[in-house]
């Protein structure tokens, strides 16, 4: 077979099996459809096919395709990121910044803390930390990890759960999104490099001044001209961040965070979202499965993984309580919005992409971080479908507001 023909194959399996798996297996209640498809492209990669049947995944995965993969794979995020950092909202967040300050705050230090200690467990034995790692870069970079709520992956279970338009529902967005931007700021932060600091600082400065003439320019054109302008901005500002080696996925979320939503029609940037994951994004899942490996042994990356889900999960609920006690909020209200701030997969995976292309985790890190970022997302439904039900209960809505 030609290697045309052989990255059909593989494109063929990206987007068969895990439609299939979620359809006929009905997983959506425990998995949905973007769970399945991180789990498929685990399930690929060398760790578990590779291991199984060396020459057919040698076959498929060759060289050439995973090469042609990765670049489908790169624009793929890069445009996830990007309307992720359009989709921030800090207008609402600013209007309420006491209680938004506070419960964010909370929910992305908690488990930060958690975390790093979970990644200072992790330094004790050799393996996990990246060549060029230092210690406070590696245990920020684990913290940061187990801190993660992904915000897109939020709006998409609350829409399921009926919640994405209620007082809820916006309230967690204003939580969620100041924790999206703390999270791209610290990995900024991880990502500087004290000989390319003329660089990085080069490209902030540019950053900043070509932002205004940017957004001088989006006002003027006609909506039609701006998604092709915003393309162009994207572009150049991944260009300018990796040129820095503050890494194009930086540049990509700095690019959609100056950019309005108001400027787009809600219902075609919500289109766009959704189509970026069914057209686009399967195939980064695969090519983040294809980066899995189980260097230091099955059970201690499972371990590692285990570890890093109790931290995470804890520091989340305990931070929602602490945020609780202080903001006067039921105790039913809290664990609730602890469990929904669980979702982690997709900007988790994107952030530890990061830190694997920077050699500052190793292979069997990134696998223990993708694996607690999917039991964490999975999670999140069956925990709170039934409290939502109960809520709806008391308030003498419609009980069926909670399933999934």
Request: charged share 15%.
């Amino acid at each position: 077979m030609t290697p045309s023909e052989i990255f059909l194959v593989a494109m063929l399996i990206v987007f068969s099996v895990p439609y299939l798996v979620w359809r006929l297996g009905r997983t959506d209640y425990l998995a949905p459809l973007v769970v399945v498809q991180i789990l498929t492209g685990i399930a690929l990669g060398p760790g578990v096919l590779g291991a199984a049947f060396p020459e057919y995944h040698r076959f498929v995965f060759s060289p050439p395709v995973t090469q042609a993969l990765s670049g489908v794979a790169q624009w793929a995020v890069m445009l996830f990121v990007c309307i992720a950092g359009i989709e921030l909202d800090l207008r609402q967040a600013w209007a309420k910044r006491r209680e938004s300050g506070i419960t964010a705050g909370l929910a992305l230090g908690v488990p930060l803390l958690l975390g790093a200690a979970a990644g200072a467990v992790l330094l004790a034995w050799p393996d996990w930390a990246g060549p060029r790692a230092k210690d406070w870069q590696f245990l920020l970079g684990i913290g940061m990890s187990c801190a993660v709520t992904a915000l897109p992956i939020l709006i998409l279970l609350m829409e399921k759960l009926g919640i994405l338009r209620q007082p809820l529902g916006q309230r967690l967005l204003r939580y969620a999104s100041l924790d999206d931007l703390a999270i791209w700021g610290v990995l900024a932060v991880i990502l500087m490099e004290w000989d390319r600091m003329g660089r990085q600082l080069g490209f902030l400065l540019a950053f900043g001044l070509l932002t205004l003439l940017f957004r001088r320019l989006m006002r003027a054109l006609p909506e039609q001209d701006r998604w092709t302008a915003a393309l162009v901005w994207l572009l150049a500002c991944g260009l300018g961040a990796d040129w820095a080696g503050l890494h194009y996925m930086v540049g990509a979320f700095l690019a959609g965070a100056v950019i309005d939503a108001h400027w787009f029609d809600q219902d075609r940037l919500d289109q766009l979202r959704h189509h970026v994951l069914l057209v686009l994004m399967p195939v980064f899942f695969l090519s983040t499965g294809l980066r899995t490996k189980w260097a230091v042994g099955g059970a201690a990356v499972l371990a590692a993984a285990a570890l890093l889900l109790l931290v995470s999960v804890a520091g989340k609920l305990l931070a929602m309580r602490l945020a609780g006690r202080w903001l006067g909020w039921p105790r039913e209200e809290a664990r609730l919005i602890g469990w929904l701030l669980q979702t982690k997969a997709l900007i988790m995976i994107v952030f530890a992409n990061v830190l694997l292309d920077k050699a500052l985790i190793t292979d069997a890190t990134f696998t223990a971080l993708l694996l607690m970022a999917v039991a964490s997302t999975m999670l999140t439904i069956p925990m709170v479908a039934p409290m939502l039900a109960r809520r709806a209960a008391e308030t003498g809505a419609d009980a069926d507001v909670g399933r999934a």
